[in-house]
């Protein structure tokens, strides 16, 4: 079975300053990674993706991550937080072969950004 | 390209009450997904429907179950509602379960049973 774990429900940054938020899974297969943003009473928006080649993935507003096979992780980083960053962020890992794209999803981290 | 959408948008049900959610995929999507996020839990993988077949289920009771249309859209039913029912129910939906595809969320059905 797949998992998702991302380490710190909270993470509290300053505008300006690096955001970096970690994500590790396991799978049994090689898994297609994705983060996505919820924002207060909203639905889910894909931030990033990896599926297959280049291992560094860039998203929209600014966001990327790095898909490290030897740990297991999918970090999602953006040099310089904005006020808008403030959402909730997820983690997720698929298997296209054992579940049709069904999503596994990590507990979240609650981004807050201090002006 | 209209996005998915969900309706009702909010509902307050009592214990033991039936509920309806509904989704309408994005157009020439045919696999439509069900998610729960409720406090304290997370996101939860509910139901899939592709070309109006139910595909897979999670860990969940039977008193949740839908449908697929011809048409693609879907259809939540959770029977005997508990207090623990309580969440955001999110619906996605996906070009073709075949291969990798995104899916795409709604913007959800919070419920809250008294």
């Known amino acids: 079975a797949q998992s998702v774990t991302q380490l710190g429900s909270h993470v509290s940054v300053s505008e300006g300053a690096l955001v970096l938020l970690r994500c590790n899974y396991s799978?049994?297969?090689?898994?297609?990674l994705f983060w996505y943003v919820q924002y207060p009473n909203q639905g889910l928006q894909l931030l990033l993706k990896?599926?297959?080649?280049?291992?560094l993935v860039k998203g929209i507003n600014g966001f990327e991550a790095e898909f490290k096979k030897s740990e297991t992780s999918f970090h999602l980083t953006k040099p310089s937080a904005h006020m808008s960053d403030a959402a909730e962020y997820f983690c997720?890992?698929?298997?296209?072969?054992?579940?049709?794209?069904?999503?596994?999803f990590g507990g979240g981290t609650r981004v807050l950004v201090k002006p | 390209e209209a996005g998915v959408t969900q309706s009702p948008t909010h509902l307050i049900k009592t214990r033991g009450q039936q509920v309806t959610l509904r989704c309408s995929p994005i157009?020439?999507?045919?696999?439509v997904y069900w998610y729960q996020q409720a406090l304290g839990l997370g996101l939860q993988f509910l139901l899939w429907?592709?070309?109006?077949?139910?595909?897979n289920r999670g860990n969940f009771p039977p008193r949740f179950s839908g449908r697929q249309f011809p048409n693609y859209s879907s259809e939540l039913n959770v029977n005997a509602l508990e207090l623990e029912d309580s969440a955001l129910y999110l619906c996605?939906?996906?070009?073709?379960?075949?291969?990798?595809?995104?899916?795409?969320f709604g913007p959800g059905t919070r419920l809250t049973v008294l």
């Open positions: 997720a890992v698929s298997d296209l072969k054992a579940a049709g794209n069904k999503l596994t």
């Open positions: 799978s049994s297969v090689p898994p297609y």
């Open positions: 990896y599926t297959t080649g280049a291992t």
């Open positions: 157009s020439g999507h045919t696999s």
């Open positions: 429907y592709d070309e109006g077949e139910e595909r």
């Open positions: 996605a939906s996906m070009r073709s379960a075949s291969s990798y595809n995104e899916q795409f």
